[in-house]
């Protein structure tokens, strides 16, 4: 009887404990999303915004997201991958290369005229990282990388040639673009995208090399006369490189079906989908720049000759520092030149 009444009282118990279990386990996750980003720009609007309801439906809701577009949780672009390292917040989007110098292998994919159509170049991208550089960002999860559409020029004075760009100062966004401009003959100054607006303004700069789906969200075509590109049949003059990084405890702290979608939406399929909607979106910055009125003058490929050759050494330059830090510099420029050609035939 006894041993009868306890039985009783373990089920009863296990009956009550059981919805209680449950509720914890169905309890929702909320996830703060970081980045410099304005919440006007297309990134925001158009990639980041549909991402984050995606996973939020997917999840039936159990992931709610706290959006933090414009560093609106504090900190500077260039802090941004150490406060998902650090827990600040949960989920960040930014520039590997706002920490010049640190995540060096992946600069290989913002190298000159490398490639041409940003959804196969960020599936490179990722299985580049994966395979030749796995600890790149190992202070993180990782949930996409990909790259911008072709880069272009947006200046205050008229640029077609190389010579056009003696003395003009322009904002560049990375190391190897800083280097590149450098190359042509301009006065590079290295800055973040926010500060865009003022630099030009006060006229610190002359112009930028920038991507044309963020030109409205930083009023570029407003702050500049002329804008400049080169022609399809040239491979992009440059690309930059981003990272979407998770902070690893916040993953490893969801259940496993919470996990699932998180990975669902994660890897190399998203991070070429993120390459393609940035591309996409140069239409929308290049619409701006025609409604302004503001001239867009295509380089063709026989100016584009003198542009190519001048970047060449650039690439040496490259390995030899990645010699220098102890990686194989001409593997991996050749391993992501491989996988461009790859992913550009699928």
């Given at each position: 009887m006894i041993r009868r009444r306890s039985l009783l009282k373990t089920g009863a118990a296990a009956a009550v404990a059981g919805p209680i279990f449950q509720s914890f386990s169905q309890q929702a996750v909320s996830l703060r999303m970081h980045t410099f980003m304005a919440p006007t720009s297309n990134v925001w609007t158009i990639m980041l915004k549909p991402w984050m309801d995606k996973v939020e439906k997917e999840s039936g809701g159990r992931i709610r997201f706290e959006g933090y577009p414009a560093m609106q949780l504090g900190g500077t672009p260039p802090q941004l991958y150490d406060q998902a390292r650090d827990g600040v917040a949960d989920i960040v989007w930014t520039l590997p290369g706002y920490t010049p110098g640190r995540f060096v292998r992946g600069e290989v994919f913002e190298l000159p005229f490398m490639m041409n159509e940003a959804g196969a170049t960020s599936r490179a991208y990722w299985e580049f990282i994966q395979t030749q550089a796995p600890d790149e960002f190992k202070d993180t999860k990782v949930l996409a990388l990909h790259v911008h559409g072709r880069g272009s020029f947006h200046s205050t004075q008229q640029i077609k040639t190389v010579a056009d760009l003696k003395g003009m100062k322009l904002r560049a966004p990375t190391r190897l673009i800083t280097r590149l401009l450098a190359m042509y003959g301009a006065v590079p100054?290295?800055?973040?995208?926010?500060?865009?607006?003022?630099?030009?303004?006060?006229?610190?700069?002359?112009?930028?090399?920038?991507?044309?789906?963020?030109?409205?969200?930083?009023?570029?075509?407003?702050?500049?006369?002329?804008?400049?590109?080169?022609?399809?049949?040239?491979?992009?003059?440059?690309?930059?490189?981003?990272?979407?990084?998770?902070?690893?405890?916040?993953?490893?702290?969801?259940?496993?079906?919470?996990?699932?979608?998180?990975?669902?939406?994660?890897?190399?399929?998203?991070?070429?989908?993120?390459?393609?909607?940035?591309?996409?979106?140069?239409?929308?910055?290049?619409?701006?720049?025609?409604?302004?009125?503001?001239?867009?003058?295509?380089?063709?490929?026989?100016?584009?000759a003198e542009f190519i050759r001048l970047a060449g050494p650039l690439k040496d330059e490259w390995v030899a520092d990645m010699n220098k830090r102890g990686y194989d510099g001409q593997k991996l420029l050749a391993s992501a030149k491989s996988l461009i050609a790859k992913y550009a035939k699928t």
């Open positions: 100054v290295g800055m973040p995208l926010p500060g865009i607006p003022d630099a030009l303004s006060k006229g610190t700069i002359q112009g930028v090399a920038t991507a044309w789906d963020v030109v409205p969200s930083v009023k570029v075509h407003e702050l500049t006369k002329y804008s400049t590109e080169f022609a399809d049949d040239v491979p992009a003059f440059y690309t930059g490189t981003f990272v979407m990084a998770m902070n690893r405890a916040k993953y490893e702290s969801l259940p496993p079906d919470l996990k699932k979608v998180i990975d669902a939406n994660s890897g190399i399929d998203t991070s070429a989908q993120f390459g393609t909607i940035t591309q996409s979106s140069d239409a929308i910055g290049r619409k701006a720049v025609m409604d302004r009125g503001n001239p867009i003058y295509t380089i063709p490929k026989a100016e584009a």
